[in-house]
Every structure is written in structure tokens, then in C-alpha cells.
């Protein structure tokens, strides 16, 4: 089980281990461009060796990119869908040229369509994604909180899509937040097992290669997300000592995505959180 981060890559990209070293992150997940816009202009021979460089000598890895915001391959706008299409095969060749494992990314939402309206649309899309891509870097769908119409708040969904594209290349991220939004109680250990007995029915357990680790500012299924730090929200401590504990964890990196006890996302006081719940469960890292 490796703990980590998302940390900022601003002024460079490989600049995001550094920051991940000085919060004790194992592992990172980065944004490979701005997070609010199209454009994008893939790293260079020579980033792309240096972020390589200093992954492996820091040991900081897996590491992942996330997907911009924009994209919502549910969307009715022609346009809108071409240019996130393009956004994840940039991202997801810009992964493979940094010898990450792949991409995260939100599939956006419907419009109040409904899921059954859109899911063809998001499984072609998914497909163009995947022919453009390079064989070695998956692509990561995330559970939603269920916000604004969102795909995937139900683990049913992303099962859909996944058995459609029937691809080894397509895994799960599961975020503890979005998870909690939706309705899935990770409180207790009884209650992270049944949460994860229904993952492994509709997903299968084997599809799950990332954690998006957070506590919750808001309460058990009101479809919000709004992440918190670890121990501060409705969730409470002791439901990362029943996730962490669940065996479905026990060889899946985590990512904090936390606002920070200073409020400049996730820091050592996090991570250092995280880490002590590990090491009182004896679990490797």
C-alpha cells in the first residue's frame, strides 16, 4: 500500500515529485496542464526523462495524472465531446511518455439525460480514446459523488462501461468522498464490506488500481462532493482504519486529494495521518 498525493506541477512538471518528497508522499498524481482548460502542450523528450529521472531515484511512484474538469464525454455537445476525447488521448499519451500507470478521470455528467441516454455515447468515446493511446497506460474511471447528474456515482454504472469495453486497459479509481456522497457507508468495517462486496458484484475487486483518499465535509449521501481533510469530516478516523484494514486496499496506491490543514491542499500532516493508520495495522508499504 503506497500513500500519496496529488501535488501541484506548476513551473514544471517534474518539480511535482519534489513537492511530493517534502510531504512524504510515496506516490503522485499530477495535472499535466491546466486543470480548467483545453489547451495542452505535451512534455518534451527531455521533462519527460527528468520527471523519469527523479521519480526513480526519490521512489515515488505509481504515479498517475488526473483528467482536466472539462471533460464530460455524456455531453450533447458535438464539440465539447471531440475536444475531451482529445484531452484524454493527450493526457493518456503524455502518461505513458512519463511512465506512469495511466489517467483518472471523471466521466462528467448527463444533463439529466439519465445514464441509459448516454451510455453508448461514453462507450464509443472511450473506445476512441483507447485505438489512439499507446497498449501499456490505462485509462481510470472515477466514481462520482453524484453532483449535478454526474456518470458513475453507483458502482453499477461503471460496471456497465467497463464489461462494454471489455478492455484490460480500463480500471477504477474509487474515491472515499465521492463514495460516501453516494450513499456508501465507509464507517465501519462492516459497512466498508458490504460497500466493497457490491464494488466487487457490479465491478470486480481485480478492476480497482487507485484510491482517491478524503474525508467528507458533508453527510453520507447527499451527493456533494466536497472533500475534507483525513479525520476532520463525517466520515471520522475510523473509517480510514476500516478501509485501510479492508483486504481489497491492501496493494492499491492512495492519493490524498485533501484542501490541507493550511488550506494549500494536501501536506505532512495528512500524509503523516495516513501513514500512522498504515503502520498501526501493520500493513507493508
Request: glycine share 10%.
Amino acid at each position: 500500500m503506497r500513500l500519496g498525493a496529488h501535488v501541484s506541477a506548476a513551473g514544471s512538471l517534474d518539480l511535482a515529485v519534489d513537492r511530493a518528497v517534502e510531504i512524504g508522499a510515496e506516490t503522485a498524481q499530477i495535472f499535466a496542464s491546466s486543470n480548467q482548460r483545453w489547451e495542452f502542450k505535451p512534455p518534451d523528450e527531455k521533462l519527460a526523462a527528468t520527471f523519469k529521472a527523479k521519480a526513480l531515484e526519490n521512489d515515488v511512484g505509481p504515479n498517475v495524472l488526473h483528467g482536466i474538469y472539462l471533460i464530460t464525454l455524456g455531453t450533447e455537445d458535438p464539440e465539447n465531446l471531440r475536444k475531451g476525447v482529445q484531452s484524454l488521448v493527450n493526457y493518456v499519451n503524455a502518461a505513458h511518455d512519463l511512465g506512469m500507470l495511466g489517467v483518472i478521470f471523471h466521466l462528467g455528467s448527463h444533463k439529466g439525460l439519465g445514464f441509459e441516454a448516454v451510455f453508448r455515447q461514453v462507450v464509443e468515446s472511450m473506445n476512441r480514446v483507447l485505438d489512439n493511446s499507446p497498449d501499456d497506460t490505462l485509462l481510470i474511471m472515477e466514481n462520482s459523488a453524484g453532483m449535478g447528474n454526474h456518470i458513475g456515482s453507483k458502482f453499477n454504472e461503471l460496471g456497465a462501461v467497463l464489461r462494454e469495453l471489455a478492455s484490460p486497459r480500463v480500471r477504477i479509481c474509487l474515491d472515499t468522498q465521492h463514495s460516501f456522497a453516494a450513499g456508501y457507508d465507509l464507517r465501519t468495517p462492516e459497512s466498508v464490506a458490504k460497500s466493497m462486496e457490491e464494488f466487487d458484484r457490479e465491478i470486480g475487486l481485480e478492476h480497482l488500481v487507485a484510491v482517491h483518499c478524503n474525508d467528507s465535509k458533508r453527510e453520507l449521501g447527499v451527493g456533494v462532493d466536497r472533500h475534507e481533510n483525513i479525520g476532520e469530516g463525517y466520515m471520522g478516523l475510523e473509517a480510514f482504519d476500516a478501509v485501510f484494514a479492508h483486504p481489497a486496499f491492501r496493494d492499491v496506491p492512495f492519493y490524498l486529494e485533501v484542501p490541507g490543514f493550511e488550506g494549500k491542499g494536501p501536506d505532512k500532516r495528512n500524509m503523516d495521518i495516513v501513514k500512522g493508520i498504515r503502520e498501526k495495522l501493520a500493513i507493508p508499504s
